[in-house]
């Protein structure tokens, strides 16, 4: 089976930092997606990790960690328009596709 | 502007009413996915189009059927459908195969409200 954990909200404020985990257990690994969904909007894509470590992607960047199954997305010098829902994405193989499994998402709130 | 469409955009139907959702994508991607989303809930997915193989989640209750006439459209057909059946509909397309599937595009949604 697959499980994705992540919080169901978080709030922050308009210039900080915020770091929005995502943990899993899954029986197969290929493979990690972050995708931002704004209310009433489609999910764009983030990032994609396959390999532990650290991508940046201007301000937005996003780690893996296979061993612990874990993940997070790390948004810096956060602006209103940052508030929106963001979603995590495990494609794991064990159950015989390689199409993600997407976690609940966690809503990320920024006020002034 | 994604890439991928999808009409109607609202839907209101009664539970005996038959209506189809339409998606298209104009960026020559190889995979396209039907999905469920629910207010607290995973986006869930429903069926997925491939070269390579046809997925079907068996939860899916069989009042929704898929039809992909080409690689470029995708139809979810609607009949008889629940009042929980109330959600945000997605398509999405992407690149890749059984092996591995790039990241999707997702289209604008189309809400579906069962009265």
């Known amino acids: 089976g697959q499980n994705i954990d992540q919080p169901t909200e978080m709030t922050a404020t308009e210039g900080a930092i915020v770091q929005i985990n995502c943990t899993y257990q899954?029986?197969?690994?290929?493979?990690l997606f972050w995708y931002q969904q704004h209310a009433g909007e489609a999910p764009t894509f983030l990032s994609y990790?396959?390999?532990?470590g650290l991508e940046e992607k201007g301000r937005f960047s996003s780690f893996l960690s296979r061993s612990k199954g874990y993940s997070y997305l790390l948004l810096k010098e956060l602006q209103m328009k940052d508030s929106a829902s963001y979603l995590c994405?495990?494609?794991?193989?064990?159950?015989?596709?390689?199409?993600?499994?997407f976690g609940r998402g966690t809503s990320l709130i920024v006020h002034p | 502007e994604t890439g991928v469409t999808q009409t109607p955009r609202h839907l209101v139907m009664g539970m005996t009413n038959k209506k189809s959702l339409k998606c298209e994508q104009h960026l020559g991607h190889n995979a396209m996915y039907w999905y469920k989303q629910s207010a607290k809930k995973p986006l869930e997915l429903m069926f997925v189009?491939?070269?390579?193989?046809?997925?079907e989640n068996n939860s899916v209750p069989s009042r929704f059927s898929p039809e992909c006439p080409n690689s470029s459209h995708l139809f979810l057909h609607l009949h008889t459908l629940q009042p929980e059946d109330s959600a945000l509909y997605l398509c999405?397309?992407?690149?890749?195969?059984?092996?591995?599937?790039?990241?999707?595009?997702f289209g604008p949604g189309t809400r579906l409200t069962v009265l």
């Open positions: 899954t029986s197969g690994f290929n493979g």
């Open positions: 999405a397309s992407s690149q890749g195969s059984r092996t591995g599937y790039n990241e999707q595009f």
């Open positions: 994405a495990v494609r794991d193989p064990g159950g015989g596709s390689y199409i993600p499994t």
């Open positions: 990790n396959v390999l532990d």
């Open positions: 189009y491939s070269l390579e193989e046809r997925v």
